[in-house]
């Protein structure tokens, strides 16, 4: 992430990358059709951002040039809610999905989820990578429940 931007998702498809110096938009995407119901940057490349969306995939964006997709990513049976790189691994990501999902990737190795974790009876739609302990991730959801654990794919 550079310095005084940020990215944000629209229920209009489209990515937009505002720069809080300029305070003005300086990158538009489309993204699909539907919603982009969220984005997260990188953490291993400024670069690159992952959104997820309605359309139920999960897409890499290299900002330098955005006219299409670094990877896309589907398996997902419902629209994603949240998408987060991994801190530790450079092509991991996790994500989480209104089909009650929790799922981890490898966008350099498949297009399909390494690992898919249900342990919710309701929608998940909150995730987190553990900056601190590697492999270990967190999610919650409407069940009203926090899950603290360690995937098998990440250690």
Same mark, same amino acid.
């Given at each position: 992430?550079?310095?005084?931007?940020?990215? !944000? &998702?629209?229920?209009?498809?489209?990515?937009?990358? @505002?720069?809080? &110096?300029?305070?003005? /938009?300086?990158? %538009? /995407?489309?993204?699909?059709?539907?919603?982009?119901?969220? !984005? &997260?940057?990188?953490?291993?490349?400024?670069?690159?951002?992952?959104?997820?969306?309605?359309? !139920?995939?999960?897409?890499?964006?290299?900002?330098?040039?955005?006219?299409?997709? *670094?990877?896309?990513?589907?398996?997902?049976?419902?629209?994603?809610?949240?998408?987060?790189?991994?801190?530790?691994?450079?092509?991991?990501?996790?994500? *989480?999905?209104?089909?009650?999902?929790? !799922?981890?990737?490898?966008?350099? *190795?498949?297009?399909?989820? /390494? %690992? *898919? /974790?249900?342990?919710?009876?309701?929608?998940?739609?909150?995730?987190?990578?553990?900056?601190?302990?590697?492999?270990?991730?967190?999610?919650?959801? @409407?069940?009203?429940?926090?899950?603290?654990?360690?995937?098998?794919?990440?250690?």
């Amino acid at each position: 992430m550079l310095q005084n931007t940020f990215c !944000c &998702a629209g229920a209009d498809g489209k990515l937009r990358i @505002w720069d809080t &110096a300029l305070t003005r /938009i300086v990158s %538009e /995407i489309n993204i699909c059709s539907g919603d982009v119901l969220t !984005c &997260a940057w990188s953490n291993h490349d400024s670069n690159i951002i992952i959104t997820g969306g309605s359309d !139920c995939s999960i897409k890499g964006w290299d900002m330098r040039n955005s006219h299409s997709c *670094v990877f896309e990513l589907k398996g997902c049976g419902y629209p994603v809610r949240k998408v987060q790189s991994s801190p530790h691994l450079r092509s991991s990501l996790a994500s *989480v999905s209104y089909d009650m999902s929790t !799922c981890i990737w490898d966008w350099q *190795v498949s297009e399909s989820p /390494i %690992e *898919v /974790i249900k342990h919710h009876s309701e929608f998940v739609y909150g995730l987190d990578f553990n900056r601190h302990h590697p492999g270990q991730l967190s999610d919650c959801g @409407w069940d009203s429940l926090v899950h603290v654990f360690n995937p098998k794919s990440l250690r």
